[in-house]
């Protein structure tokens, strides 16, 4: 871009200080200089303008017409420089006239002005260019919403930054036509990705509204809720899980009577997990009455929800088909360990539920007197963790025949297979 004649330039942009101090003396003669085109001679006198200053604003005048006088000599980097060493001094410095001299010349103070002042937030209204969407997921509906239709236009408040990405604290829901949309609104812009806003070419933060279409799609099925719960609750999201549970079993949602008893028993298993074992119990117990009274009738059932129901019954017997293999040991021994006692294996309802089995090994220290040390059970193998509280529970409580070494007992070492069968 063409650069005005320093005569020009220098007429149009107005005195920054009054004559009535050294400083500004100086810098009067070093504008006719510049005026001139004597730009070596006008160098100095601004040197000696800023050697002389003694207030604050002797300098940051001094630093604007060196800056002014490294544009007219060609260097953008230098002008720059020198604006941004009077703007550390003066942050709200204005220089009136710089567009009408020169617009290159006031986009390059504006561009240092931004960049002293990152925290400076635009309106959409002030940039050259508004942020756009450009990427990001779509709004992810909650069952309880999809399940009402809830549809209508969301308005969000947000300031993008100059990444691209909506900052979090700045998020407002303007409108929604129903809260319970809130969270949802507020996890699809915090994953979008947008253009950032721009002024004379350069990235700014900016305060933007996002006008969105809420449009609901299919009501989910009290089974597809079950099922995502369940996902829910093997990735230990026990909250996640048991809100839809409750939309599955709210009686707007329609369930059947065996759906009913499909979602009590997996909420059961997440009440369980949040360790409310009156919760559990009582969602359990309902949802066996109620798989009782269909087979009573002779209402044919998923083989799933059979295998489900019929795996916490086991479960509670205590007659889960688990068993205690014969333990390898470490050390050398005359005589291995072997079990004598050891609780009832419980098969965990939900893996049996999945048929996930397989043999989960245990590693333990057992003493000479036949007992394990809580502290060092260890599982070694397993083929799922949902199988392994149970398996380091049972190896814990169970007492062995000690092994033997020269006709005394021993500490040793053991590796306690323990298997469990889906059926």
């Known amino acids: 871009m063409r650069r005005p004649s320093p005569a020009i330039l220098v007429l149009v942009l107005p005195v920054l200080l009054a004559a009535q101090s050294p400083t500004g003396d100086f810098i009067q003669q070093a504008r006719a200089q510049m005026s001139a085109n004597a730009l070596d001679s006008a160098a100095a006198l601004l040197r000696t ?20 006088l490294a544009f007219m000599q060609g260097s953008d980097s230098a002008t720059r420089m020198e604006f941004h060493r ?21 986009r390059l103070f504006e561009q240092e002005r931004l960049e002293l002042r990152p925290g400076i937030s635009f309106v959409s209204s002030d940039v ?11 709004v ?19 300031t993008v930054d100059t990444l691209g990405h909506a900052e979090e604290r700045s998020l407002v829901i303007v409108a929604t036509p129903d809260s319970g949309m809130n969270n949802a609104l507020r996890s699809m812009v915090l994953a979008a990705t947008f253009s950032p806003g721009r002024i004379h070419g350069r990235k700014v933060r900016t305060l933007i509204e996002l006008a969105i279409d809420l449009v609901p799609g299919t009501p989910p099925s009290a089974t597809s809720l079950v099922a995502a ?29 065996g759906e009913r008893v499909y979602a009590q028993l997996v909420a059961g298993f997440a009440w369980t997990a949040a360790r409310r074992d009156t919760l559990a119990r009582a969602a359990l117990d309902s949802a066996l009455a109620g798989y009782q009274r269909l087979t009573a009738r002779g209402v044919e059932l998923a083989p799933f929800l059979k295998r489900l129901a019929d795996s ?25 360990p072997a079990p004598v006692t050891y609780p009832a294996i419980t098969y965990p309802a939900e893996m049996q539920a999945l048929r996930v089995g397989g043999t989960v090994v245990v590693e333990a ?50 590796r306690q297979p323990i298997t469990f069968a889906p059926y």
């Open 49 to 68: 303008a800023m050697a002389s200053a003694t207030q604050r604003s002797d300098s940051v005048n001094a630093y604007t017409w060196r800056g002014i």
């Open 86 to 106: 009077a703007l550390q001094l003066d942050t709200a410095l204005q220089v009136p006239g710089l567009e009408q001299a020169s617009p290159r010349l006031a």
């Open 128 to 138: 050259d260019e508004i942020p756009r969407r450009l990427s990001g997921p779509p």
């Open 140 to 158: 992810v509906y909650p069952p309880d919403m999809l399940r009402r239709q809830v549809h209508g236009q969301a308005l969000v408040g947000l």
């Open 229 to 257: 719960a369940r996902t829910r609750l093997a990735a230990r999201q026990t909250d996640s899980a048991l809100a839809l549970l409750a939309v599955a079993l709210d009686p707007l949602t329609n369930a059947t009577a």
């Open 312 to 336: 916490v019954r086991l479960a509670r017997a205590g007659r889960g088909p688990g068993q205690l293999g014969t333990p390898a040991v470490i050390e050398a021994v005359d005589v291995r």
């Open 365 to 414: 220290r057992v003493d000479a007197t036949g007992h394990v040390l809580a502290g060092t059970v260890r599982v070694v193998a397993s083929p799922n963790p949902g199988l392994e509280r149970e398996a380091k529970r049972v190896v814990t409580a169970a007492v062995y025949k000690p092994a033997r070494r020269g006709g005394h007992a021993v500490a040793v070492t053991i």
